[in-house]
């Protein structure tokens, strides 16, 4: 026998125990009664996500705020439900916050505009991941001591890197410096910045090597990768030309063999899951902030 009733229709409740419930949902209603229980965040993910998810549920958790994260698969999605729909409804939940990634059609500013709870854009098309450059710049702080002047070399696929867009904005505002390397297919159009015309130039000026997911997923034609590695990517020969205080960054996820080998992982020059413990601290502090009002 189960210990507690089920409900599977309306059937099996009396007019009192109907009110009764009433009279909690109303109580629940006035929310300043339990300012400080029942938080939540809502995690909308429209897009394959492993390490900003997970590190924002962590985040949330150590926060206390109860992450709700949308199963993009089981969802009325597969009904034919929009996005916007989506998202009102589960606004409408009431999450003290929602989190989210999607595509560059998505108008996540006017949708902030009409939600009472803020959004953080956690990676929405090529627009920006300004979560990833957040992290990466305190995981370059934390290892260098400084940011102002500091040499980030961005390599690989930087015109359809969102992580790339990102770094662009915040370089100006914390005043590190920023130069590309990188197939003529794969450099931005309208940022000016230093382009290199070869590796070991540019390795030579780096004080931070950090190399881009090719995106395949946004590429307009299928691109020929064969030779990328040895062009554009690390592996041990580059390794042995990189400088011993250079350090190695990657947003992830890797292409093993393309953007770098696995041996550039395990490099002590490597900051790759440093990168990805440092995302937990620095989206707990951005929610805790956000939610203080204070950004
Ligand atoms: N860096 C990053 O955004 O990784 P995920 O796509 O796994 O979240």
New binding site residues.
Partial sequence: MPSRSSLLDLKSLNQSQIQKLFETAEAFSQKSQFANQGKTGALLFFE??????MSFEVACMRLGYYPLVFDINSSSLEKGETLEDSILNINALGPDFLIIRCKDDLDLAKLSQNLKAPIINA?WGVKG?PT?ALLDTFTMFRRKGKLDGLRVLIMGDIRHSRVAASHFELAKILNYKIALFGPKDFLPQEEKVTVFDSMEKALDWAEIVMCLRAQFERHQQKQDLQNYNQDYGLNSQRLSQLKKETLIFH???IHHGVEMTKEVLDDPRSCVLQQVQNGVYVRQALIHHLMKGEL
Avoid: K, Y
């Fill in positions: 394959p996500s492993t390490r900003t998810r990676g991941h990833q947003p992830g996820p």
